[in-house]
C-alpha cells in the first residue's frame, strides 16, 4: 500500500502526495493551501523523513501484519509508513481538521488483506480523554505507538500505564527530558515519579535519538523513540495506588529526609500508627532522601504500606 496510490490533489479533501507529506517545503504549501494552522498548544511537530520513521520502526520490531493504535498521527506521516508494512492503524486524532484528513485517507483505501476490518480506522478524540481499554479490547489490539505532543506527554504515558487492559508493547516518541526522567537512575536530578512508576510496570529501552531537522515545524529540544514493554509481574492497581501516591509524598521536597517528608507528614495527619512507623524504621532507611531510594525499595515500602491496609495516603 503506497501513498501514491490513494493521492488525489484535484479535490477539496486531497490527499498530500509523497513529494508533500515528507518535505519540508511541499508540506508547507499543502498545508497552507487547505487551510490547516498547526498549534503550539497541541504540540504539533511532524517528523517529515522517510529514512527516520523506518529506522524508528526497524527498531521498534513491530509485528508484520495484525492492529496498532496511533496516538496523534496528524497529517498521516507515520500512519502511511505503518500500512505499508501491512498493519492496520487505528488513528487517534484530537485536532478536528487533520482528523478529517485522515477520514478522507480512511474512505480511499481498501480494507485489510483479511477484508473483515478497515486498514485505517480513524478516531476524533483527544487522547488524554480516550477509554483505551474499551478501544482495545474493540479493535483487538494490544500495541501503542505515536508522536506524542510534548505538552501532554507525561500524562497520555501515564493514561496508558494505568488502563486495565495490559497493553503489550507502546512506543512512543517524546521530547528528550522526558525520555531522560524515563529511565534515569536513584540519586539524579530527573529520577523521581515518572521513573519509579514506569519502571516498575515496563522494562524500557531508548530506541532511537531524533533531532529537530526531521521535524516540521522544527521544535527547540531533541526527541528520543522509546520502547516500554509491560512486565507480566507488574500490579497495575498497586501502581495506580499505593505506589504512585507514597512516590507523590516521598518527592514534595525531594531534598528532605524521608524521616521528615513522609513518615512525619501522615502521622501529623493521624494515617499511621505509632506501630507501623516503628516497624517501617525497621525495614526502612528513613535517613535517606526520596531520589536516593531505588525502585525496589519504593516498591517494597508501597506493599508495606498496603499491608498495613491504609485506605486514604494521599498527597
Not at 131 to 148: H, M, P, S, Y
Request: hydrophobic letters at 40%; a positive charge; glycine letters at 6%.
Amino acid at each position: 500500500m503506497a501513498l501514491n496510490d490513494y493521492s488525489n490533489n484535484g479535490s477539496a479533501n486531497a490527499i498530500p502526495t509523497p513529494d508533500e507529506i515528507y518535505h519540508r517545503g511541499g508540506l508547507s504549501r499543502f498545508l497552507e493551501r487547505h487551510g490547516f494552522h498547526l498549534s503550539r498548544a497541541l504540540g504539533q511537530h511532524f517528523l517529515i523523513s522517510r529514512k527516520t520513521l523506518r529506522t524508528m520502526l526497524d527498531t521498534a520490531d513491530l509485528p508484520k501484519d495484525g492492529a496498532i493504535i496511533e496516538i496523534g498521527p496528524g497529517v498521516g506521516h507515520l500512519t502511511w509508513q505503518l500500512l505499508e508494512r501491512g498493519l492496520s492503524v487505528v488513528a487517534i486524532e484530537k485536532d478536528n481538521k487533520f482528523s478529517e484528513l485522515l477520514q478522507t485517507f480512511a474512505r480511499r483505501i481498501p480494507q485489510t488483506n483479511e477484508g473483515s476490518s478497515p486498514a485505517l480506522t480513524v478516531i476524533h478524540e483527544d487522547a488524554l480523554e480516550m477509554d483505551f481499554a474499551r478501544l482495545a479490547e474493540t479493535c483487538k489490539v494490544d500495541q501503542v505507538i505515536g508522536n506524542l505532543p510534548y505538552n501532554v506527554s507525561v500524562p497520555i504515558l501515564f493514561r496508558l500505564a494505568y488502563c486495565a487492559f495490559r497493553f503489550r508493547k507502546i512506543c512512543v516518541l517524546l521530547q528528550k527530558e522526558v525520555g531522560e526522567r524515563i529511565w534515569a537512575t536513584p540519586g539524579g536530578k530527573s529520577y523521581g515519579r515518572l521513573s519509579i512508576v514506569l519502571k516498575y510496570l515496563y522494562h524500557v529501552r531508548k530506541l532511537h535519538t531524533v533531532y529537530p531537522d526531521v521535524f516540521f515545524p522544527r521544535p527547540k529540544v531533541e526527541s528520543v523513540f522509546i520502547e516500554m514493554a509491560m512486565k507480566p509481574e507488574a500490579d497495575i492497581p498497586f501502581a495506580q495506588t499505593f505506589l504512585e501516591r507514597v512516590v507523590r509524598i516521598g518527592f514534595l521536597h525531594r531534598r528532605k529526609k524521608m524521616r521528615k517528608q513522609f513518615l512525619g507528614a501522615i502521622v501529623e495527619r493521624r494515617i499511621l500508627d505509632a506501630a507501623f512507623m516503628e516497624n517501617a524504621e525497621r525495614e526502612f532507611n528513613f535517613d535517606q532522601r526520596a531520589e536516593e531510594w531505588d525502585v525496589e525499595t519504593w516498591v517494597r515500602f508501597g506493599q508495606f504500606v498496603q499491608q498495613a491496609k491504609i485506605g486514604s495516603i494521599d498527597s
